[in-house]
C-alpha cells in the first residue's frame, strides 16, 4: 500500500481513539480517584467491562499495526510518519491498558484477590509492556515477537513459581489483618488448598 494510505488509516483510528476517549472521560478516569461513575453500581461488572473492552481495542489495535508495517509500501525506518503513528496508537493502547488496570484494582482494594482477578492484572500488565516496546521499537531495532514470547514465559514461569491462589489468600489475610480489608472471604482459602494453610493460621 502506498504510504499516504497507511498514514491516512492510522491517523483516521487515532483520532477516532482521542474522540472515543474524550467523550467518556469521567468512565475511563473515576477508578483513579477510587469512585464509581455516575451510573455504575457494581465494582466486578465496571472491572469485568474495562477489561473486555481493553480486550477487543488491544486485538484491533495491534492487529493494526501488524497489517499496516506489512503492507506498507515504504519500511518503517524510512518513514517518519509512520514511526509517528506506531507510537501514538501504542501510547493511546496504553492509556486505555492504564484505565482498565485502575478499575481491576480498585475492585481488588474492596473485594480483595482472587485468582480470577490477579490473572486479567498480570494480562494487562504484559499488554502494557508489550504497547512500551513498540514504542522503543520505533527508535531501536530489535524482534519484538523474540520480546514478547520471552516476557509470556517468564511472567509465566513467575506466576507458576508463585503460585497465584496461594498469594490471593496471603494477600487477603495481610489486608484483614491490617484492617483495610473489612471481610475475609473463606472461598479463596478452599481454592488455595494447601497453599492457603498459613494464611487461614494467621487470620484464625
Known sequence: LPSASVNILLGFLCILYLIFIGCQIPYFFSAFSGQLPEGWQVYSEYARRGFFELCG?????????????????????????????????????????????????????VYGMTVRRL????????????????IALQRWQFSIMRLAAG????????????????YAARYNAGRYLAGTLPHYDTTVLYQAGSAGVDAALQVY
Not at 501514538?88 to 481488588?108: E, F, R
Request: aromatic content about 6%; proline content about 4%.
Open 151 to 166: 516476557l509470556g514465559i517468564t511472567m509465566l514461569c513467575a506466576l507458576c513459581l508463585t503460585g497465584p491462589a496461594g
Open 57 to 109: 481495542i488491544a486485538t484491533i489495535n495491534l492487529s493494526t499495526l501488524t497489517l499496516a508495517n506489512i503492507l506498507s509500501r515504504k519500511p518503517r525506518w524510512e518513514s517518519k510518519m509512520l514511526r509517528l503513528f506506531n507510537g501514538l496508537m501504542a501510547g493511546l493502547t496504553i492509556v486505555l491498558i492504564i484505565t482498565a488496570l485502575s478499575k481491576m484494582l480498585m475492585y481488588i482494594d
Open 119 to 134: 490473572l486479567p492484572s498480570l494480562f494487562m500488565l504484559y499488554l502494557l509492556l508489550i504497547c512500551a516496546a513498540i
